[in-house]
Structures are given as C-alpha cells and as structure tokens.
C-alpha cells in the first residue's frame, strides 16, 4: 500500500511564495510519475506539473508555467512543487498522485493515477 501526505500548504499574499511537499511511503514500482493536481471551490480538479521517477520529464499546466516548478527527491521519496509569482486564482486545495510503473500518456488526467494524498490547503490572498 502506497501512502502519500502532502504538506506546506498555508496561507500566502499575492506575489509570494510557498513549497509543497509530497512524502510518499509504501513502494511505487517500476518508472513511476508523480503529479499534483488542484481543486478551487466550486470547480474540478484540475492538472498542476507532473514529473518521472528520474526527474527528466515534466509538464505543466499552461497557468502555472514559468511560475511553478516540480522536482523529486528519490532519496526522501518525496516530491515538491515550489510555488512563485503565487496568484488569488491559485487558492484550491492541492493534491499529490502518483500512478505506478510507467509515465502516464494522459498526465493530465486524474483517472491515469493510482495512489492520492488527502490535500494541503493553499489560499493566496490579494
């Protein structure tokens, strides 16, 4: 059983910053992917970065490019998601994911994913 706990979240001003973290117990075999995906009140969950287990492949949201940066830490089993330039539309809770043995084709879509973490709120005031 993979167990996934995501922290860091809070409370921010806009223009600031915040970091998250995924740590990810349990094993997650083969060339597995780690994503983060966020839901504001009222709307879906929508798709945040994703990244492979060797760290080479990623993608972003186009709302968060150039602002948001994913990176894994293999030796802690944890994955982060640094969170500049943080704007009021980036308020949801975020989650972490994590679909085993290959990258996921359709990284954007939630249902690729097979382990979730229960959500760290974010909350970016103006």
């Known amino acids: 059983q993979v167990l996934l706990v995501e922290s860091g979240g809070g409370l921010a001003q806009a223009g600031g910053s915040l970091r998250l973290s995924c740590a990810a117990s349990?094993?997650?075999?083969?060339?597995?992917?780690m994503g983060w995906f966020r839901q504001a009140p009222g709307k879906e969950r929508e798709f945040v970065a994703v990244?492979?287990?060797?760290?080479?492949?990623?993608n972003y949201a186009d709302s968060v490019k150039g602002r948001f940066t994913i990176s894994i830490d293999n030796a802690k089993n944890t994955v982060y998601l640094q969170m500049n330039s943080l704007k009021p539309e980036d308020t949801a809770v975020y989650y972490c994911?994590?679909?085993?043995?290959?990258?996921?084709?359709?990284?954007?879509?939630?249902?690729?994913?097979?382990?979730w973490g229960r959500g760290t709120q974010v909350t970016v005031s103006s």
């Open positions: 349990g094993r997650i075999f083969g060339n597995y992917a």
């Open positions: 990244i492979s287990r060797s760290g080479t492949s990623t």
């Open positions: 994911a994590a679909k085993g043995f290959s990258f996921p084709s359709y990284y954007y879509r939630g249902d690729e994913y097979d382990y």
